[in-house]
């Protein structure tokens, strides 16, 4: 496999953007991630292209509005998961020697989407889902048993929807630019008990791209390129073996499988983003991915160790719950944020002195298993 | 990249099926596909699944049911080469060597999708569509010019569905078991002058799966495995250089890089399964895939060769027009059929002593581009 890297990258402003279709948002990114790239439309070789709600062929109808026609295209849906998955497509292209040059892409019009304004609709075989089981009530489920086993408490979860607004605030691309107090947080509607609305991610428009290429290439185009250190894409096992809901078992191998394909651990990440859809998947996934040991995510928080400016910030971009969460685009948001990361032009929300991080997505909610999908990539430069 | 071959291959009878789901049509597939190669589920190492409106870890969903989870899942779409797109990725993931034994599949429940009985809505960003230029009214006009520029009849069309109809009879999985007369299909209800329902493909329920493996393992399961000798999936150019509309330019570009990859040309197929989604679409793709010379597909059809027992059988499964066409399947039910064909065990409507075959399928009207995707694959025995 040859080494892989990001030469560039780009994104919408995620917010509530009815007015704009996919096309008009695929595009803005697409034309941001080649201008950052500094190559030309017709340089990209292979693109993939993420989505959940986007229609048919959503990737050729965005790429041909920046001129890029005729080349291999694919469209891929994992849930939540499916930017990510087409981010891993495309490293799995150039690693494997098919194409030297590639784009990766995401998008979601949330607001227009089929789903807009519902709860998403279970699958036709999930019979929890079809009698009320919904996702923020399987969420909450987690939220209070996490609470029993560990003693985890209500202020400890609000803390991570404070931290990721706070963080939020100081990215210009979040939906979100506004502070949120843990009295906000805790007092806002309650959606499933212990659940509140602002412990949940909103419904986001959004585009995300980048370009990625063979590293031995990569110096035409920067001098700083962001190397793809591993690339794990796995679904989830059955359910009956998830005996411990307060832990995500797949997101748990699947790190396992990303730390030894970089060769490197959790004490090695300076940054994280990771899948916060609710707060309590923040907490979980503190633990599944071996930021802090099982049980100890709530004083992990307190100690400000995932803050910007703490040992290893979780979501310095404010992720799902303040950046937004469109679902195709989110897993290449990620990847975004880290290249802008790694080559220190992050900003107000810049991690001092960055040179590794991880992205984690986790999606599609599937009746019988943990879940569909898991994604993590490393990235180092 | 490594030799690969297909060990096994299953589908569903197609057909209209609301009573079904897509993860019971799926399980079916997957089900006689690893029964066929002789493997246990828990062989497969990665599975990708075609679906344009089977909702989201579509692949996921039907996998679980038959016992395997926890693997790498790729859902994919692309159109009507969904399935194909879905084939090439299992493909690729075991010619690269990432992979040993894989799983490529697709399904679609057309009479219970968000589309049942409509006709497929246009893409936001496709006035043309908007304005009423449907897909059928689209190859109205196909079919129209082709009878200006080479003379080709209304008889001549026609007997594209009269042949598909008669292998269709020959062929159990196939939706439609009834011969049809010329002037049945001349005179049935006019969709778009002068193209005729029963020149139109059917709304289907279905789902195909194979099982591809490296060649070099191959042996452990079979002593007749079928050899990828090409795979190709390209999007369309832009609609403004496509001069002749009674030529699918991609198509050819695919048809060419198709048959380099193979090493052979059109007269060294046996049997090719094309994607007659009209009639027109047929006596194009005869051109189009070098079969015949530009305009002459009139009398190629008269000739008799691309009939089972004639020179070279086109879609000796009755094709999209008999056989049906469940969209996210029809690419991997393509290669389910060839798969038979090549091992000499089709039944009825096999085609004596194929030794090669090809699979072409063009899919997704995108505004602006002459198709959203086209896919071919050539196989060797």
């Keep these: 496999?040859?080494?892989?890297?990001?030469?560039?990258?780009?994104?919408?402003?995620?917010?509530?953007?009815?007015?704009?279709?996919?096309?008009?948002?695929?595009?803005?990114?697409?034309?941001?991630?080649?201008?950052?790239?500094?190559?030309?439309?017709?340089?990209?070789?292979?693109?993939?292209?993420?989505?959940?709600y986007g229609g048919w062929c959503?990737?050729?109808?965005?790429?041909?509005?920046?001129?890029?026609?005729?080349?291999?295209?694919?469209?891929?849906?994992?849930?939540c998961a499916s930017g990510a998955s087409a981010f891993r497509e495309a490293w799995f292209r150039v690693a494997t020697g098919q194409y030297d040059i590639v784009l990766a892409g995401g998008v979601e019009s949330m607001t227009i989407s089929p789903v807009a304004g519902k709860l998403i609709p279970p699958p036709s075989d999930d019979l929890d889902g079809q009698l009320g089981l919904t996702v923020p009530m399987f969420f909450a489920l987690m939220m209070r048993r996490h609470m029993y086993e560990y003693g985890t408490t209500l202020e400890q979860f609000a803390k991570v929807s404070?931290?990721?607004?706070?963080?939020?605030?100081?990215?210009?691309?979040?939906?979100?630019?506004?502070e949120l107090t843990l009295e906000e947080i805790l007092q806002s509607r309650m959606i499933c008990d212990p659940l509140t609305l602002l412990q949940c991610c909103p419904n986001t428009d959004g585009a995300a791209a980048v370009i990625l290429c063979a590293k031995d290439i990569s110096k035409r185009f920067t001098t700083r390129p962001m190397f793809v250190a591993a690339s794990v894409l796995r679904s989830g096992d059955y359910f009956h073996r998830w005996n411990d809901v307060t832990f995500s078992d797949m997101s748990h191998k699947a790190a396992i499988a990303a730390y030894e394909m970089a060769g490197i651990g959790p004490d090695g990440l300076d940054l994280v983003e990771l899948h916060d859809a609710f707060t309590v998947s923040e907490i979980m996934h503190y633990e599944d991915l071996g930021l802090c040991e099982k049980g100890e995510s709530g004083s992990f928080i307190d100690s400000g160790k995932p803050w910007l400016g703490g040992d290893i910030p979780v979501n310095p971009s404010g992720g799902l719950l303040s950046k937004g969460h469109p679902l195709g685009a989110t897993g290449v948001a990620q990847v975004v944020?880290?290249?802008?990361?790694?080559?220190?032009?992050?900003?107000?929300?810049?991690?001092?002195?960055?040179?590794?991080?991880?992205?984690?997505?986790?999606?599609?909610y599937v009746s019988g298993l943990e879940s569909g999908a898991v994604s993590i990539h490393i990235f180092k430069i």
Tied chains: 1, 2.
């Design 337 to 364: 944020e880290v290249w802008r990361q790694l080559r220190g032009v992050a900003g107000k929300n810049q991690v001092e002195g960055a040179n590794t991080a991880m992205t984690h997505v986790l999606g599609g």
């Design 162 to 178: 404070v931290k990721n607004h706070s963080h939020g605030c100081l990215n210009p691309y979040s939906q979100y630019q506004k």
């Design 58 to 79: 959503i990737g050729q109808r965005m790429l041909k509005e920046v001129g890029i026609s005729g080349i291999e295209v694919l469209n891929v849906e994992n849930a």
């Design 1 to 52: 496999m040859r080494d892989v890297v990001v030469i560039g990258g780009g994104m919408t402003v995620f917010g509530k953007l009815p007015h704009r279709t996919p096309e008009d948002l695929g595009r803005e990114a697409i034309l941001a991630a080649i201008e950052d790239a500094g190559i030309r439309p017709n340089d990209v070789q292979f693109a993939s292209w993420g989505t959940v």
